[in-house]
């Protein structure tokens, strides 16, 4: 189905996101 797989791609998307997020917010290493 097309839309678990946009819906996966979004997931990852955000995931991704807040991951950069929370490393730009506390510091890079």
């Not at 097309?2 to 290493?29: N, S």
């Amino acid at each position: 189905m097309v839309l678990w797989i946009l819906l996966c791609v979004a997931g990852l998307f955000f995931a991704t996101a807040f991951g950069v997020a929370i490393l730009v917010k506390y510091g890079p290493y």
